[in-house]
């Protein structure tokens, strides 16, 4: 309609988006996908070009999207092996490394619940009851760009 062009796939007739995410260079759209059809609902995380094209499955159940400054990562919370648990991810927008999870390993019945992105892109800072269950911490991540790639409490 109007020139405009389709950016969410129609992958069921009940599928909605239920968040998206602008990177900083505008060059790509991250967006959470519900199907409420599904047993329990969930939004399967996807990413595609703004000017179109396919877009690629970032991962099956996740929220809470936002872009690395520099455009080039996707962070958003998803469910980790365990799936009483909600891990911190970063995937690459062009799909060339897998998705990794930044939070590392976390304890039984554990999440993290939010998290923000350093305004250089070198980290992330989460809260999480990472070590212990409802013992909440913060905890930085390095991003896949830099050399270090651990966790570790900033605060206790």
């Known amino acids: 309609v109007g020139g405009a062009l389709q950016l969410s796939p129609i992958v069921a007739p009940t599928a909605e988006v239920q968040e998206f995410a602008l990177a900083p260079s505008s060059a790509h759209v991250a967006f959470g996908l519900l199907d409420p059809t599904l047993t329990v609902p969930a939004s399967a995380l996807h990413v595609v070009p703004t000017a179109g094209g396919p877009s690629r499955l970032l991962h099956p159940r996740g929220n809470g999207l936002t872009f690395a400054p ?83 409490p900033v605060v206790r």
């Open 70 to 152: 520099e455009s080039e990562l996707v962070l958003f919370l998803g469910r980790g092996d365990d799936p009483n648990t909600t891990e911190l991810y970063q995937a690459r927008v062009d799909g060339s490394r897998p998705t990794r999870s930044l939070s590392g390993p976390l304890a039984t019945d554990s999440h993290v619940l939010e998290f923000l992105v350093t305004p250089g892109g070198e980290r992330a800072v989460y809260l999480a009851d990472q070590e212990a269950n409802d013992v909440f911490e913060l905890f930085a991540a390095f991003l896949e760009r830099t050399a270090r790639r651990s966790s570790s």
